[in-house]
């Protein structure tokens, strides 16, 4: 099966099934190369239903959870897009298709590296990855988009804050096995409205705050 066929089939038999049904998103997913976003040794799984491993202990995202991220935010054309864990910058990719400008913080050099080259040889321009800890965030840019790759175990307000007006936030809060997928939405200078989207695990980003644990 070739690369294209195997990529169509991802998105008609993972992705819509996982109710991604939005046209531009799921025209995304069938035109970024995945294949060119994963591992040398793993491009025979680059279409595959798991999460790929990345160095780092770090993990691709699954195609179908790739697809509830781009629906959920709704990216449009001149959108400014922060995403917080670039990987291996297929997700960026597929935010600067649907037509954002995408500022993406990596905190590992060599994965920030890797994503750099990856969107290069897909022909991606318009993302600029910086390697920096998203978690020590305080903007003053405002965002029309910002996309977390990791959880919170805490909701962290500095990312809300990062939103224009109108603005959208994807986070995946909470502690496994379940956690909660929400997207906030900015609706004044203190008024955020949070809607929950469905369940999921994913592993924190590094340095997000934990939960205290109780020792008996």
């Not at 991220?69 to 400014?80: D, F, P, S, W, Y």
């Not at 960026?92 to 290069?120: F, I, P």
């Not at 990312?159 to 959208?168: I, M």
């Not at 997207?183 to 705050?209: D, I, K, N, S, Y």
Request: with cysteine; proline share 5%.
């Amino acid at each position: 099966m070739n690369s294209n066929s195997a990529q169509q089939q991802m998105v008609a038999q993972q992705v819509r099934t996982w109710s991604v049904f939005d046209a531009h998103t799921l025209e995304v997913m069938q035109k970024v190369p995945r294949e060119r976003f994963v591992p040398a040794t793993l491009s025979s799984l680059a279409c595959a239903d798991c999460a790929l491993p990345l160095a780092h202990g770090k993990f691709m995202l699954t195609p179908m959870l790739a697809g509830r991220i781009l629906q959920a935010v709704a990216v449009r054309a001149g959108n400014q897009v922060l995403e917080v864990g670039t990987g291996s910058g297929y997700l960026s990719a597929c935010l600067a298709t649907m037509g954002g400008q995408v500022q993406s913080l990596e905190l590992y050099d060599d994965l920030a590296a890797t994503a750099r080259a990856n969107l290069r040889a897909a022909g991606c321009g318009n993302v600029e990855v910086t390697c920096a800890d998203g978690m020590g965030l305080v903007s003053e840019t405002a965002y029309d988009v910002v996309v977390l790759t990791g959880s919170l175990p805490i909701y962290q307000p500095r990312f809300e804050r990062a939103l224009k007006f109108g603005g959208r936030l994807f986070v995946v809060v909470g502690t496994g096995p379940v956690m909660e997928a929400r997207l906030v939405r900015r609706a004044g200078p203190a008024e955020f409205q949070g809607t929950a989207l469905f369940q999921t695990e994913l592993a924190a980003l590094e340095h997000a705050p934990a939960p205290p644990t109780f020792e008996f």
